[in-house]
T-cell receptor
Framework: EDQVTQSPEALRLQEGESSSLNCSYT??????LFWYRQDPGKGPEFLFT???AGEEKEKERLKATLTKKESFLHITAPKPEDSATYLC?????????????FGTGTRLTIIP | GAVVSQHPSRVICKSGTSVKIECRSL??????MFWYRQFPKQSLMLMAT?????????EQGVEKDKFLINHASLTLSTLTVTSAHPEDSSFYIC????????FGQGTRLTVV
């Protein structure tokens, strides 16, 4: 069974204080690792897809990296508007219906 | 990114009544859509996979007679919660895949 574990559960940072969020995963065969941002009362907003170990993607202050066992979401010099819950999900190559398995998320708060 | 629209965003209903939630892909066709349920501070849990023109595939433990899914066209899937009870109160989110999986805004269902 696929498993996704995110840490920390919650993170409070001062504005401008860089940090990283972790996503550890177990799948039979990885067919994509996904990062989403979710604001309270809203659906997840797509950020990145990573497919193979060593791959990196960037968007503004966010950078996602992938190894064979985990992914990191690095946030550089965050601003208050970066406050949200960040979700990690994996797609298993053994599932023909393209099911995503989600972690419970990291609730990020950026303090002005 | 692609746009997935979900309606209504909030609904309050009396116990024993039925509620229909709509999910539309606005700028692309989706042969497959997904319905998730999310409890506070918990992960998104896949309920069912909605297939255009055929029966939905339900995850283990999800009552198919209670959560009716219809995928009548390539741009519309509906989830009907039948005979709703307070324990069905939750945040329901739909998803459709174009290049990546995009999510609707979510529906907060409260059963009183």
């Amino acid at each position: 069974e696929d498993q996704v574990t995110q840490s920390p559960e919650a993170l409070r940072l001062q504005e401008g204080e860089s940090s990283s969020l972790n996503c550890s995963y177990t799948v039979s065969g990885l067919r994509g690792l996904f990062w989403y941002r979710q604001d309270p009362g809203k659906g997840p907003e797509f950020l990145f897809t990573l497919y193979s170990a060593g791959e990196e993607k960037e968007k503004e202050r966010l950078k996602a990296t992938l190894t064979k066992k985990e992914s990191f979401l690095h946030i550089t010099a965050p601003k208050p508007e970066d406050s949200a819950t960040y979700l990690c999900a994996v797609r298993d190559s053994n599932f023909g219906n393209e099911k995503l398995t989600f972690g419970t998320g990291t609730r990020l708060t950026i303090i002005p | 990114g692609a746009v997935v629209s979900q309606h209504p965003s909030r609904v309050i209903c009396k116990s024993g009544t039925s509620v229909k939630i709509e999910c539309r892909s606005l700028d692309f066709q989706a042969t497959t859509m997904f319905w998730y349920r999310q409890f506070p501070k918990q992960s998104l849990m896949l309920m069912a996979t909605s297939n255009e023109g055929s029966k939905a595939t339900y995850e283990q433990g999800v009552e198919k007679d209670k959560f009716l899914i219809n995928h009548a066209s390539l741009t519309l899937s509906t989830l009907t919660v039948t005979s709703a009870h307070p324990e069905d109160s939750s945040f329901y989110i739909c998803s459709a895949r174009q290049t990546e999986a995009f999510f609707g805004q979510g529906t907060r269902l409260t059963v009183v």
